[in-house]
């Protein structure tokens, strides 16, 4: 924790300027329903010039209640802009409720000075933005952040030093690990990165061109994820070269210098501010929220986690009221000493297949884990195999790559579908297990342990779980995702794939599916089958893939819904 106090030198009253908020933030505050009543008109001081840790200045928009009074200040610091929805969402509301809001644009981004890097700025603008509001004369010392996505990141980023000042943070479906939300196990997210290359370029310059720009990608990308070399093919999609882009693509080891200082995944583990945490099932971070909860609870750190059924969008949309609701309970309990609306648990999360909430102490419950094992004509047993052969094989062809479906996305495609089509495909095994007799809780993480032999040695595995109703439909719960290099081919490689986790009830008559392929693009860029980089590749080979019978699907069942 730092040492610096709050500068104690008195200051002239402070006189609100006459500005009222913006127009579209006021139409669009009209059309929600379902949020706490407000408490306070809004005032807007729009444009102030906050100098970052290299002078260059930062534009801030400071909203407050017009009120007399004594109110604490919340800090938003984003790389997307400060119009909408970030003025209604964070300004508007929450100074509605009573607090000073300070939306500032990150450097080089929505009109600030400097240019943008990815994470290597944040902490020590964030530093600086905290020095410039002890000098403001309606700040009293109490401070807290809130914010999503990359929001969460530059609360992460002030957290590995956390002013004294700092008494509470809210972290909406957040990032504090860059490298995970662009690469998985060396594989690039390639979907991931291209939609965040394109909110990072266009949406700090308002709805219209980010609007326009997000068509122009969807338009675009089957050209620009098939493209032979991929490396530069998202140009002509997001309309310039994009330096970070490059090198985040480039970069597929996490021990890369590249990524050294990325993550904040220290300011958890020591962390003593009370943090709240919110995700979404379908969430691209919510394995990121997870961790963060698992450092948080261990270093003793006071802290809240809410898991809705949503997608990375969806938390700030159609979950808006409830995303709303629980974050100012935790500011208002910790900024103003105010706990009447906290919830009387740790962790509070939506139940898939029975649309209801369940309050749990601690997250994952505790569970007894099960194993379902694959057999041939796609049936899938709790009876474990005697021996180890293989059960089945399909061919995956990286010029045909099977194609990804739902599940957690930035694209409006995200969240649960139906797999039926998908499952049709030659490249996907599927196994189902019987009709259920009675309910099925899985509360916790999912995995899968697989034998898996191939006949090139170089292969993907893209593994998910799914629930199948009485008329066959197949619905995506949760997935994971590997890239092996097997060697020498044809011999059983062992590995176990982390699924994410979910808290779901199989009801009766449902069955249990286990899917499996050879890549889900272009969520994953597609792996050459070479041992080449991805991003270089102009030369693509199929793999023979083969499921052997000592695989099986381990699901964490729970009586926690009992």
């Known amino acids: 924790m730092s040492s610096r106090t709050p500068d104690a030198v008195a200051r002239p009253a402070w006189v609100p300027p006459a500005g009222k908020p ?28 906050v100098p970052a840790a290299d002078g260059s200045p930062l534009i801030t928009d400071h909203y407050f209640p017009r009120a007399q009074g004594d109110f604490p200040t919340l800090l938003v610091r984003s790389p997307y802009g400060r119009g909408l929805p970030w003025s ?8 509605e409720q009573g607090f000073h809001v300070v939306l500032q644009s990150c450097r080089g981004t929505g009109g600030s000075g400097g240019v943008f890097d990815l994470w290597r700025n944040e902490a020590a603008d964030g530093q600086a933005t905290v020095s410039w509001l002890r000098e403001q004369p309606w700040f009293n010392g109490t401070l807290g952040t809130v914010g999503p996505s990359y929001l969460g990141y530059t609360q992460w980023a002030l957290a590995s030093d956390p002013p004294p000042e700092l008494k509470a943070m809210v972290v909406q479906v957040g990032l504090h690990d860059p490298y995970a939300m662009f690469h998985t196990g060396g594989a690039l997210r390639l979907e991931n990165a291209l939609a965040v290359g394109m909110g990072m370029n266009y949406q700090h310059q308002g709805m219209a061109p980010f609007l326009k720009a997000t068509l122009r990608l969807h338009r675009r990308l089957r050209d620009v994820t098939t493209a032979q070399p991929l490396r530069g093919a998202y140009v002509p999609a997001l309309g310039s070269e994009l330096p970070w882009l490059d090198d985040v693509m480039t970069h597929p080891d996490a021990k890369d210098a590249y990524w050294h200082g990325a993550s904040m995944a220290e300011s958890a583990r020591r962390l003593r501010v009370p943090t709240a945490l919110i995700a979404g099932w379908h969430d691209v971070l919510v394995d990121q929220t997870f961790e963060q909860y698992d450092r948080l609870r261990q270093a003793g750190c006071e802290t809240a986690l809410l898991v809705g059924p949503w997608t990375h969008t969806s938390a700030l949309q159609q979950g808006w009221p409830a995303v709303f609701t629980e974050s100012l309970a935790w500011l208002r309990a910790h900024l103003y000493a105010d706990p009447s609306r ?51 094989a399909f061919r995956h062809d990286p010029a045909d790559p099977t194609p990804s479906l739902g599940g957690p996305l930035l694209s409006r495609t995200a969240g649960p579908r139906n797999n039926a089509t998908l499952e049709a495909r030659d490249d996907v095994l599927t196994f189902t297990g019987p009709p259920l007799t009675e309910p099925m809780d899985i509360l916790g993480p999912v995995s899968a342990r697989m034998s ?41 490689s062992q590995v176990t794939v982390p699924m994410s986790s979910t808290a779901h009830r199989f009801p009766v008559g449902h069955r249990i599916r286990w899917q499996i392929s050879g890549g889900a693009h272009p969520r994953y860029a597609r792996n050459p089958g070479t041992g080449e980089s991805p991003v270089d590749a102009t030369t693509f080979t199929p793999v023979r893939i083969t499921l052997h019978t000592d695989s099986a699907l381990i699901l964490p069942s729970s009586s926690e819904l009992a």
């Open 88 to 95: 209604p969402q964070y300004g508007l509301l929450f100074a």
């Open 22 to 49: 913006p127009l579209s933030s006021r139409m669009m505050r009209a059309t929600w329903r379902g949020l706490p009543a407000k408490r306070h008109e809004v005032g807007w001081e729009p444009g102030l010039l």
């Open 452 to 492: 898996i032999s191939t006949d090139t040695g170089h292969a993907d595995v893209f593994t998910r779980l799914c629930d199948v109703d009485a008329q066959g439909r197949s619905v995506n719960i949760c997935d994971g995702f590997v890239r092996l290099r097997t060697n020498p081919p044809q011999e059983p």
């Open 342 to 392: 906290l919830r009387p648990t740790a962790v509070r999360v939506h139940i898939g297949g029975e649309d209801t909430w369940r309050d749990l102490d601690d997250w994952p419950p505790a569970a007894v884990t099960t194993s379902w094992y694959p057999t041939p004509g796609g049936h899938l047993t709790r009876l474990a195999p005697t021996e180890s052969a293989p059960v089945a």
